[in-house]
């Protein structure tokens, strides 16, 4: 059974910066795709940072260039680096592990989701 366990969330004041990760037990992560989502309360869920099966990066606008997307396939983990957070970055983020090549849709693997607030 595959499980995705996030930690890393928390509370930060603007300008600050968070790393999240996300753990994978029962799954690799060769040739699969991982991201990162988040959802703020009363909003959809969005996507923020994707990695396809190649490693390739793309980012959601709102985070380009503050937001980095990692993992160690070695350990079957991802991590999220948030830099210059602002408060409109707070929300639930979680991660998601694709089955095949493809960015992760609803039917693939999430993590639990963890709080990241954004506040002074």
């Known amino acids: 059974q595959v499980q995705l366990v996030e930690s890393g969330g928390g509370l930060v004041q603007p300008g600050g910066s968070l790393r999240l990760s996300c753990a994978a037990s029962g799954a690799v992560f060769r040739n699969k795709a991982t991201g990162w989502y988040r959802q703020a309360p009363g909003k959809q869920r969005e996507w923020v940072a994707l990695m396809n099966s190649g490693s390739t990066t793309i980012y959601g606008d709102s985070v380009k260039g503050r937001f980095t997307i990692s993992r160690d396939t070695t350990k079957n983990t991802m991590f999220l680096q948030m830099n210059s957070l602002k408060p409109e970055d707070t929300a639930v983020y979680y991660c998601?592990?694709?089955?095949?090549?493809?960015?992760?849709?609803?039917?693939?693997?999430w993590g639990q989701g963890t709080q990241v607030t954004v506040s002074s």
């Open positions: 998601a592990l694709s089955k095949g090549p493809w960015y992760p849709t609803e039917n693939d693997y």
